[in-house]
């Protein structure tokens, strides 16, 4: 079956009581999980370590939600994005499979950097990441068979979820893991329990969940519901997909998850701490990963036709996605148009996103600073200085609008989703920070699920929040919490100041914003 024949999923439609099917479970939301980050070819015994905690505090997580019912409800799980690490798996020449998946013969970045994202690449990653994590499975198995059910959302690590070939290996590994019980359910209806969204899932009146990464121009995908490359059948490169191929899983030590945020000066560190031979390794990885970035601004410009046609078959998805959803066109394109386009669109940014301005700037500075010492012109000193005083400024003038942290736009993005679609809570993922933030007056909230990661930010004090909604008869009641001591305990978020405080909306979000509105810094009550 292909891409564009997938069936949407579909609204589920009240039973002949009237109550709607949604109000028949609890519902768990949880995010980021990023199962297969250790299969990276670089993953070292802390970072194993790091998802192996995830594994056991989520089989953990599974278990409670198994043996404990609410109201006498089931439970509905939501994983809204990144649940598989795709993008840390690299399926490279050593894998007895390569030639069989390399269609043909492979590339040369293939050879060294692992396979692109195919559907049956991603198949094959998806089996490695469940046998890897097989009580993951088994747990999510014995959630299902107790008459659960699981929805999962496609992230920015794993977009190749939208594809049935990862799909169909997702469910194969679920009921593979399903021993049976005597008068149990069959492996057919564990299956049938398991429902893929390329985009959201909405509970009208209640919950809007979506991963987020759309309203990050350095994650984000110029078309939500066919993230593949204009004119190939891989998976399109973005900052994020190409900093973790290129970098991340070709340098041990770096941050997989924070590579925009890096400055220049900091790369400088890190790569003076590796030593001679390790500092050229990530010159080499860094050259490597502005190479691929230009390449596809590149070939964005060149495949028009082709980008042109890939719209329209979004489009067309979109009314499709609309109509199983029972929502407007026109509302869930007014969502669909707050997303901010991916930065490989705009030179100047993505050479902002890359440092390259600071190079060519800095470069300048330092080669006519030396230049004035070395040649003893009048006034060298005051030359060399003003060179460099420049050079600082110009670089900090070109990279103004860079952006390095996306929560304060998802954040911005979650309100204005609020405005256009019947919720009480938005639901957004991808940032791996917590936040939970009253929007207006009538008890609408922004949530953030934050991550079950605990390496990185925010660290592992923070991490394995998740949301609990409960379905009363006054309506739905959402509460951010953090899995520990084995139960789900109400989570406060920390403060955290908005960084991206003057910038306007629509730069933000994209052409299709609403009305200019100045983000200002906000924060909460400190845990």
Sequence with gaps: MSFNSLPLPALPRADAS???????????????????????????????????????????????????????????LVVNGDLVDFLSVSIGPEHPEFAGLAEGSASTDELFHGLHRTPRTAALAMRMVAERHAEVFRALARFLARGNRIEIICGNHDAELCWEEPQQAFRAAVTAAWRGEPGGPSGEELAASIRFHPWFYWEPGSLWIEHGHQYDENCSFENQLDPRRPGGKEISVNVDSAAIRYVSNRVPGTDPHNHEAWSLLGYLRFGAGLGFRGCLRLARAYIRFNVALLSAWKQNRATQAARDRQRARHLDRLGQLAASWSIGRDTLMAVNDLHRPPVTGHLRRLASVMMLDKVFFYGIGIAVALAAL??????????????????????????????????????????????????????????????????????????????????????????????????????????????????????????????????????????????????TARASRAR
């Design 18 to 76: 009237g109550l709607p099917a949604m109000s028949r479970f609890n519902t768990l939301v949880i995010s980021d999980l990023h199962l297969g980050e250790d299969l990276s070819p670089v993953a070292t015994e802390a970072s194993r370590l790091h998802v192996d905690i995830v594994e056991r505090q989520l089989c953990g997580f599974l278990r409670h939600y198994t043996r404990r019912r609410e109201g006498g409800l089931p439970w509905r």
């Design 374 to 519: 070395s040649l003893g012109l009048p006034y060298s000193g005051g030359i060399a200085v003003l060179a460099l005083a420049a050079a600082l400024v110009a670089g900090r003038w070109h990279a103004r609008d860079r952006s390095v942290d996306a929560a304060a736009a998802l954040e911005l993005a979650g309100t204005r989703v609020l405005d256009r679609i019947d919720a009480r809570y938005v639901i957004f993922g991808h940032t791996h920070e917590p936040v939970a933030r009253p929007v207006g007056a009538e008890g609408k909230t922004y949530f953030n699920l934050g991550t079950w990661l605990p390496s990185g930010r925010p660290g592992m004090l923070r991490a394995f929040t998740h949301l609990v909604v409960r379905h009363r008869e006054s309506g739905p009641v959402a509460e951010l919490c953090q899995w520990r001591d084995g139960q789900s305990r109400a989570f406060t978020p920390g403060w955290r100041p908005a960084t991206l405080a003057g910038q306007k909306l629509p730069e933000l979000l994209g052409t299709g914003a609403a009305e200019p509105v100045t983000l």
